[in-house]
């Protein structure tokens, strides 16, 4: 099966950058990045397909957060530049078996356990 882990993770100030990283030990197709403040639903941020590489955005990130993958390491980014406090969050990574693009947390079936990310004001 399918093991992702997040790093990268920590406390910035705003508009500071960090650079999540997530290692997948299995080969996925489809990636995402997922975030969860406190009391609040699970939040989609963005995903890429790994075949071309096209890749879609939450509004609130967009122009501000880019991912990316390194194919040959089986490895998804998030550059996370401009930081806001609401950027605050649990950051997780996701996989899926197939290609395409989803926002659905239901899509996905592999999961990583999350990288903290904190930007104060």
């Known amino acids: 099966q399918v093991q992702l882990v997040e790093s990268g993770g920590g406390l910035v100030q705003a508009g500071g950058s960090l650079r999540l990283s997530c290692a997948a030990s299995g080969h996925t197709n489809s990636m995402g990045w997922f975030r969860q403040a406190p009391g609040k639903e699970r939040e989609f941020v963005a995903a890429?397909?790994?075949?071309?590489?096209?890749?879609i955005y939450t509004d609130s990130v967009k122009g501000r957060f880019t991912i990316s993958g390194d194919n040959a390491k089986n490895t998804v980014y998030l550059q996370m530049n401009m930081l806001k406090p609401e950027d605050t969050a649990v950051y997780s990574c996701?996989?899926?078996?197939?290609?395409?693009?989803?926002?659905?947390?239901?899509?996905?079936?592999?999961w990583g356990q999350g990288t903290q990310v904190t930007v104060s004001s």
């Open positions: 996701a996989a899926r078996g197939a290609y395409g693009l989803r926002r659905q947390p239901s899509m996905y079936e592999y």
């Open positions: 890429i397909t790994q075949n071309t590489g096209t890749t």
